[in-house]
């Protein structure tokens, strides 16, 4: 059996095209319940922090306890993420508002706040499905040889609530894989023995993803054969990759190249333009393990 684990946001969904009303949803909750500032302050704050990034987006990282978990152009929430908190972090005010109402959180406050205004403020959106989701994920539940996984770092609920709208078959959801959980007292038992990927002078990933780890294992416990469509690198892709697990980028519009050319190089690394690649892919890889 080979199991195709497909990422949920921003590779079966458009999230580039639901960040727009995420960030004004986050903006208005923080102006008015959570910051007491005005709207229109905010507002100009966060564009200027955004233009910051992407100026130079090796410099800034979306961060969990104090360690780099993903880059801030990886991704479209990514990038909204991070803003977010570079935004909260840089501003004293800002960061004592945070501090003071997320302080018994147990971990970093603007972490959690940051955490908590993605996830309500997703969990309520209609969610926009990329072009050939329903055909690729129908194709994938028919084979005879292929199981589909859709992973999350989520609980799974917003998922499974959002691919019923497909009417496509029941897909079990891979979920609570916290990609962003970094273990800094755990070294990923590969072959290399690193707990970093050096992708290039610039981006540098840590490996040290335990929960994530842990749960590609189980899903191989069973002699199946793993592999792993996403559209980021640091959070789904560059584990597996190091595991020896396939990984299927698909490049979004924003995708930046160095994620792109890393994992065009590399021996088990395959570069998609739409999910309509998918099933050929797939198909190949089956053929290769003579099933």
């Known amino acids: 059996m080979l199991k195709v684990v497909l990422d949920y946001d921003g590779t079966l969904t458009a999230e580039e095209r ?17 910051l007491r500032v005005p709207l229109e302050e905010l507002e100009a ?21 104090g360690l780099r978990v993903s880059y801030c152009d990886e991704g479209a929430f990514i990038l909204n ?3 977010l908190q570079t935004m ?8 004592e508002a945070v501090t003071s109402r997320f302080v018994d959180s147990g971990q970093d406050p603007v972490a959690t706040c940051t955490h908590r205004l993605f996830h309500s403020h997703t969990a309520s959106l209609e969610v926009e499905f990329r072009e050939k989701a329903y055909e690729v994920l129908r194709w994938l539940a028919a084979h005879p040889d292929v199981e589909s996984l859709v992973l999350t770092n989520s609980l799974g609920d917003k998922v499974e609530r959002n691919l019923e709208r497909l009417d496509v ?44 780890y842990d749960a590609l294992i189980r899903e191989s416990a069973d002699g199946s054969s793993l592999v ?18 396939p990984f299927a980028l698909l490049c979004a519009s924003y995708t930046p190249d160095w994620c792109a050319a890393y ?16 099933p ?12």
């Not at 704050?45 to 990282?61: G, N, Q």
Request: glycine content about 6%.
């Open 18 to 34: 639901q960040v727009p009303e995420v960030t004004r949803r986050s903006l208005i909750e923080l102006a008015g319940h959570i």
């Open 45 to 65: 704050a966060y564009a200027a922090t955004v233009a910051r990034l992407r100026a130079e987006p090796h410099k800034y990282h979306w961060e969990v306890n």
């Open 81 to 83: 993420t991070v803003a």
């Open 88 to 95: 909260l972090k840089e501003n004293p005010t800002y960061l």
């Open 169 to 212: 078959p029941p897909i079990r959801i891979l979920g609570d894989t916290r990609q962003y959980a970094l273990d800094p007292g755990w070294t990923p038992p590969l072959g290399s023995g690193e707990q970093f990927l050096t992708v290039d002078d610039l981006h540098t990933v840590d490996l040290r993803r335990r929960v994530y």
């Open 228 to 245: 792993v469509v996403a559209d980021t690198l640091s959070l789904p892709g560059a584990l597996p990759l190091e595991m020896g697990i």
């Open 263 to 278: 994992v065009e190089q590399h021996a088990l690394g395959t570069v998609m333009d739409s999910l309509a690649a998918l």
């Open 280 to 291: 050929p892919w797939v198909e190949r890889l089956l053929l290769k393990k003579g099933m």
